[in-house]
């Protein structure tokens, strides 16, 4: 097993200038590349003799709503033979598709369609690029920062049509006003309970 130093003077001799910045944090690498050279990176990655990261086991978006490219698209790889593990990351923005990897890990299928679920990252040429983990016709993209809360709509069974209908959310109740300021800061009222602290009455 490759020590963190060599590991990445390893990944840094197969992928040359391809790697654009490297970082250590937490006992793992992380190393950023372009978008247009993911399949080369990973190819790489996968096929060198030294590093063999054979297995893709999660890829995951990250949203940064104050960039221009707002998202991070991350792979994390492993190699079983070499029990290694490392992070490959790149960003793109809304409207920018990532090349897909399916041809190098089929597994990333599932997981491009989860980050285009939940994030609405574009991945070009991805075989059936639809929603995974939402119901058809769900509005947004829920893992986004600036997504609501509420979210948009709100799904009940209507018993007069006898299905299933989305209608515009509605709040049941006000929000309501609480005080978090603590009890032991000066502030007078009493929290229940106290009652059975005071003194008997008459003493």
Wanted: hydrophobic share 35%.
């Amino acid at each position: 097993m490759l020590a963190l130093p060599e590991l990445s003077t390893q990944v840094a001799t197969t992928l040359g200038p391809l790697a654009t910045a490297t970082k250590s944090a937490y006992g793992e690498l992380t190393i950023t590349v372009p978008r247009a050279d993911i399949l080369t990176v990973l190819t790489k990655l996968r096929d060198d003799a030294a590093l063999q990261f054979e297995q893709l086991i999660d890829l995951c978006g990250v949203d940064y709503p104050a960039r221009p490219e707002r998202f991070d698209v991350v792979y994390h790889l492993l190699s079983p033979r070499k029990n290694l593990r490392l992070r490959v990351k790149l960003s793109t923005d809304e409207a920018t598709p990532v090349p897909t990897v399916i041809s190098i890990f089929p597994a990333a299928n599932w997981y491009e369609r989860e980050a285009y679920d939940m994030y609405g990252i574009l991945f070009a040429d991805h075989p059936d690029l639809r929603r995974l983990l939402t119901d058809y016709g769900f509005q947004g993209f829920p893992l986004r920062k600036d997504f609501p809360l509420t979210g948009h709509v709100e799904v009940r069974y209507d018993d007069e049509k006898k299905r299933v209908v989305y209608e515009p959310v509605r709040l049941t109740q006000e929000f309501r006003s609480f005080d978090f300021e603590s009890p032991w800061e000066g502030v007078t009222y009493n929290i229940p309970g106290d009652e059975k602290a005071l003194p008997p009455k008459g003493n």
